[in-house]
């Protein structure tokens, strides 16, 4: 039952972050490479913010685990894995 928990949880933080670039630096080419301070910690709005922020994407995409996911790269989306216990466990661009 859990692992369909951190799944409806990561469906819903999905639609919480928007897909539109945050005021800030400019958006589109992601970089992953000063990310894995975010390592570990429990998803949430702010932390999507906050990555989208950091890698410069204009997507973010929550991958919760067993989630299926579409495998096209697009070079402006951060894919965020999590855990069983809705922890970050991977963010990566693609």
């Known amino acids: 039952m859990r692992p369909l928990a951190a799944l409806a949880i990561a469906a819903s933080l999905g639609a919480c ?3 539109t670039p945050i005021a800030g630096g400019p958006r589109g080419v992601c970089t992953d490479s000063a990310l894995g301070s975010y390592l570990g ?3 949430s709005q702010d932390l999507g913010a906050r990555l989208l922020a ?3 994407a204009r997507v973010l995409r929550w991958a919760g685990v067993g989630m299926m996911m579409t495998m096209e790269y697009r070079a402006d989306r951060l ?5 069983p216990t809705n922890l970050v466990t991977e963010a990566r661009c693609g």
Do not use: F, I, M, R
Not at 79 to 83: D, K, M
């Open 79 to 83: 894919t965020v894995h999590l855990g």
């Open 41 to 43: 910690q429990p998803a």
């Open 54 to 56: 950091s890698s410069g």
């Open 17 to 19: 972050v928007a897909a």
